[in-house]
């Protein structure tokens, strides 16, 4: 595939509404995306960017920035979106890693990232955008052709590159590439059984993979309109449900939606589909929302290395706890620390292999090497176990994971339980350094309003469940559970807040 954004010139040259505001008027057309794109594109040109260099974005979610998005990739350049929560440090990381030949920043970090270049070397163009899709970026754009000769790009030339969250020392820059980008995009479409009639309520950022790659590129791919909110508001998404048909949200979005009264069947009475990634969904969120609008919410899993891998299919069994089994074109393997494939229901480590795997990180062909088998797979990171129907269920990460005394807690195992207890709302069991087990087992809790439940509880019920190695040595109370802007827990934060 050529350049992707041929492939979604081809399947949306048919397409009317591309963005629609929430009151239902319409934004932009596909016709204004693809001369939009173009004159963007001429832009960049006309800045002397060449194919493969780096465009460093940081800005508010808006239609331009799509605009501006969708140029890089007809562009042939490399498109780095960053998180708008990074600060001084992480920025300054960022672009020296990198080493952008143009930044596009919001207005009001212009000089932050001019005082930033000065440090790293001359030579980069800064531009700006707002959150109302106005900057130097695109002053007098009309001026631009309307027409661009966009580059020619193999599947293996790199579209994006998407740091990792950097749990553990300095983010990692993912480089994937336009071959990664259109073999996801057309399994899920073929998955999620996209139709022409479909509508995206989108309320997601568009620094992210969930938002940019997986609820943006369906869209276009099926030239569906899309309902363009600047973020996740519960009413507003209510309201807007009616008038959709597809929705992709986080776990924290439905948790939110259960929340409000205005939920309900009549509510979703024209939606299609429901799905949930980024960070586990609780079974008994699924199990609720289900009971209250007769859907169940499709969950999925996938990366910023990999995008999707995997998901619970829309014709057939939808298991609460499970991410459903590979998606077509998608090769799993559980292993075990020998490299072993795992028995059924055994957990190990999650090995990905498929035309969506990335090809590695940038300038870090060492690390590169060390993620990949021999046989081409590459180690998510992620413990896991299949059943017998080929569903996978995700347990955890291979650094949560516990070792006390000797033996592993897999912590997933424990919060399952510990969320089902009547006054719990949510929790996250991590090790703390211990003088004689190494590590001790230990759950933090957020308690439901209202709640007196107290350790003495939630330690005596798990000691009737669970073997006694993986009962909590102590159970910590807290207002709130760190998490980053996907709803992932922070873990590591959690630790370090705790050793403190």
């Known amino acids: 595939m050529p350049n992707i954004y041929n492939l979604f010139r081809e399947n949306s040259k048919d397409g009317l509404d591309f963005i629609r505001a929430p009151d239902g008027s319409t934004l932009a057309t596909y016709e204004d ?165 479909d509508v995206m309520l989108h309320a997601l950022p568009i620094f992210h993979i969930h938002g940019l790659f997986v609820a943006t590129h369906l869209a276009v791919l099926n030239a569906s309109p899309v309902i363009f909110l600047p973020k996740f508001d519960a009413e507003e998404i209510i309201r807007l449900l009616p008038v959709a048909t597809v929705y992709m949200g986080v776990p924290t979005h439905y948790t939110r939606l259960l929340a409000s009264p205005g939920l309900s069947r009549n509510a979703c009475r024209n939606m299609r589909l429901f799905t949930c990634g980024s960070a586990p969904l609780l079974p008994q969120t699924f199990i609720e929302f289900k009971r209250r609008t007769g859907y169940a919410i499709v969950e999925r899993y996938g990366m910023t290395e990999t995008g999707m891998n995997t998901s619970n299919p829309i014709n057939g069994p939808i298991k609460p706890g499970s991410v459903g089994p590979p998606l077509a074109g998608v090769s799993c393997k559980i292993i075990d620390q020998e490299g072993n494939e795992t028995p059924i229901n055994e957990i190990g480590g999650l090995l990905v292999k498929g035309q969506n795997v990335f090809s590695g990180y940038w300038q870090l062909p060492e690390k590169t090497a060390k993620e990949f088998t021999s046989d081409g797979y590459f180690s998510t990171g992620d413990l896991a176990s299949r059943d017998a129907d080929g569903y996978i269920s995700i347990v955890g990460r291979e650094k949560d994971m516990i070792i006390t005394g000797g033996l592993n807690v897999y912590p997933r195992e424990i919060e399952a339980i510990i969320d089902k207890m009547p006054g719990v709302d949510e929790s996250a069991v991590i090790g703390l350094a211990h003088s004689d087990f190494g590590e001790a087992v230990t759950a933090v809790i957020v308690k439901s309003a209202g709640s007196n439940t107290d350790e003495q509880t939630i330690i005596q019920h798990l000691k009737n469940t669970l073997a006694n190695f993986k009962v909590p040595k102590q159970v910590i109370f807290v207002e709130r559970l760190p998490r980053n802007t996907m709803g992932k827990v922070q873990k590591n934060v959690l630790r370090g807040e705790l050793k403190q």
């Not at 030579?123 to 106005?134: A, C, E, F, H, R």
């Not at 020392?169 to 990664?180: E, F, L, R």
Request: hydrophobic letters at 40%; a positive charge; proline letters at 3%.
């Open 33 to 197: 995306l693809e001369v939009r794109s173009a004159r963007y594109a001429n832009r960049l040109s006309r800045f002397g960017l060449k194919k493969g260099d780096r465009v460093l974005v940081q800005v508010e979610k808006s239609l331009e920035s799509l605009f501006l998005y969708f140029a890089c990739l007809r562009s042939g350049l490399i498109y780095l979106p960053l998180n708008t929560a990074y600060r001084l440090n992480e920025l300054d990381y960022f672009v020296g890693n990198s080493s952008p030949k143009l930044i596009v920043c919001s207005p009001s970090n212009e000089g932050l990232f001019a005082s930033i270049c000065k440090r790293t070397g001359p030579g980069v163009k800064i531009q700006t955008l707002d959150s109302d899709g106005k900057g130097s970026i695109n002053a007098n754009l009309g001026n631009e052709a309307a027409v661009f000769n966009d580059q020619v790009c193999n599947d293996s030339d790199i579209a994006v590159i998407l740091y990792t969250s950097g749990t553990t020392g300095q983010p990692k820059g993912a480089m994937i590439s336009h071959g990664n980008l259109a073999a996801n995009a057309l399994a899920l479409h073929k998955a999620w059984g996209w139709t022409r009639g």
